[in-house]
């Protein structure tokens, strides 16, 4: 069940009225129903393996928390590993894994041929198996404590409106809330809908639109050149940004509708002035969930320098394999660790020489809009390989884009079927990246319930109406649904 689907216009309407209207005392057993059907929407079978691991974490949870042994406490957190990392390799590298083993016996005459497996991946499951595993984590590290209650357990691995793409929450941050008595709030409920609606024309109005041009340019790249790919990979940072975001603002939205709060998922990530920025403002949830769980046990930087440096770079290996079973979500992951790799010795090399000329001074308005050009720029190559079918696809994309001619100037150059996206597209990006931009201090919600009652209700009804006229409707499905 999409958010974008009428289906979900008649779901969560039914959900949020209902909810109120019961005891509070079931309210967490509603939602719990509510979430198993919203997830089973998609395929009943689903069910199955969401529960097994809902089972698997919340006992061993319940064991590690009775256990004073540090062997049994280790011995059962290996467990929840093994299960949950075991059940994501199963569905989602699996056939990957074979497919790159193939690849290396084609090279040995008369090589074996392993068959893949045919399966389906499940939708959320690296969403939902990192939330588990946070859990059992912590529970270890004696930063939760094991919570008895298996159906509000249940409800905080399954709650639909982050079930599938996230936010990737935190125990210690959601279960507690679900234990809380909700009162009907009206400015909450009230926000929750306005970013609900913000969400929903960023991602119809905007990346549905912009998945159009993309597609035509990525799925033809061989009949493209030079600007035309330069801009269809600008438009395709902007697509998944949108697309992306667009989902997290609707499921904060739907969450706080019903009383309950989630994390900020982005914050402007392409007005940042440097990767390391980008990276503490883009998908926060899981650049924070590597940070907590593979980065600092690693070792982080408080290590040897080449130690750092490989711990930087394996993280952004295991996040970019992470995002799919390709060697171009492992390229993206190795570009960005190795951007951050760089900007740490050229700080270095700028303080130890007085390299002054090696950064752009961020203290007047040049050097912070040079810095977020080129961090932009740097962003877009790895976006190359992110939406590329395979990595000599993406390697053929830059290099076509070098090939610049004066028939790429005009802007409709990618058919007269896409002109009118095209113009569309330059319409409603500028207004939502001034939207974005007001953001800098405060959200978009609280920026918007500040105006008078008159204004904000005009913008109510001219996003509404940009919606219902400028979508591209059809239930596209969002990007992240795949990983």
């Not at 046990?297 to 993280?315: D, H, K, M, V, Y």
């Not at 020489?353 to 190559?381: E, H, I, Q, Y």
Request: proline content about 3%; overall charge positive; charged content about 15%.
């Amino acid at each position: 069940m999409l958010f974008n689907s009428i289906e979900f216009f008649l779901f969560f309407p039914f959900v949020f009225i209902t909810y109120y209207l019961i005891s509070p005392k079931y309210r967490w057993l509603f939602l719990l129903l509510a979430s198993y059907y919203f997830y089973m929407s998609w395929k009943p079978e689903y069910a199955i393996l969401i529960m097994a691991s809902t089972v698997i974490d919340y006992f061993t949870g319940l064991g590690i928390g009775k256990s004073s042994s540090k062997k049994v406490r280790l011995s059962l957190l290996c467990v929840s590993l093994c299960t949950n990392l075991g059940l994501l390799f199963t569905f989602k590298y699996f056939n990957f894994f074979i497919d790159s083993i193939n690849s290396v016996w084609e090279l040995i005459p008369q090589g074996p041929t392993l068959s893949n497996v045919d399966l389906i991946l499940p939708v959320g499951i690296s969403f939902y198996t990192f939330q588990t595993l946070s859990y059992t984590i912590d529970i270890y590290k004696g930063q939760q404590q094991p919570e008895r209650n298996f159906g509000k357990f249940a409800l905080f691995v399954s709650f639909f409106p982050q079930l599938v793409a996230g936010p990737i929450e935190r125990s210690v941050h959601l279960l507690p809330q679900f234990s809380r008595k909700v009162s009907f709030n009206y400015n909450q409920v009230v926000s929750g809908f306005r970013l609900m609606l913000w969400g929903l024309f960023k991602k119809m109005v905007i990346a549905d639109r912009l998945a159009l041009i993309v597609n035509e340019v990525y799925g033809n790249h061989e009949n493209y050149a030079g600007l035309q790919l330069i801009l269809g990979t600008a438009f395709f940072a902007f697509q998944i940004y949108c697309d992306f975001s667009g989902y997290s603002d609707i499921a904060i939205g739907a969450a706080r509708s019903l009383g309950f709060d989630l994390m900020t998922n982005f914050r402007i990530p392409y007005f940042s002035k440097s990767i390391r920025e980008f990276w503490s403002r883009w998908h926060i949830s899981l650049s924070t969930w590597f940070r907590d769980y593979v980065y600092i046990p690693l070792g982080g930087n408080r290590a040897s320098e080449s130690r750092w440096f490989f711990n930087l770079f394996i993280t952004f290996l295991i996040s970019g394999l992470w995002h799919g079973a390709n060697w171009t979500f492992v390229v993206w992951g190795a570009l960005h660790g190795f951007y951050l790799i760089a900007a740490i010795v050229r700080d270095k090399l700028v303080a130890h020489f007085n390299l002054s000329w090696m950064k752009f001074n961020s203290n007047n308005l040049f050097g912070r809009l040079a810095n977020m050009g080129l961090t932009f720029g740097l962003v877009c190559l790895g976006w190359v390989f992110f939406r590329a079918d395979n990595v000599s696809e993406g390697l053929a994309i830059i290099q076509n884009m070098a090939h610049i001619s004066k028939s790429q100037i005009g802007l409709f150059t990618f058919g007269a079927s896409l002109k009118d996206e095209l113009l569309l597209s330059l319409i409603f990006l500028p207004v939502m990246l001034c939207a974005e931009f007001l953001t800098r201090k405060g959200t978009i919600e609280e920026i918007v319930g500040k105006l008078p009652w008159l204004v904000r209700w005009a913008l109510y009804i001219l996003f509404g109406i940009c919606i219902t006229l400028f979508s591209v409707f059809g239930s596209q499905e969002f990007i992240y649904f795949q990983f």
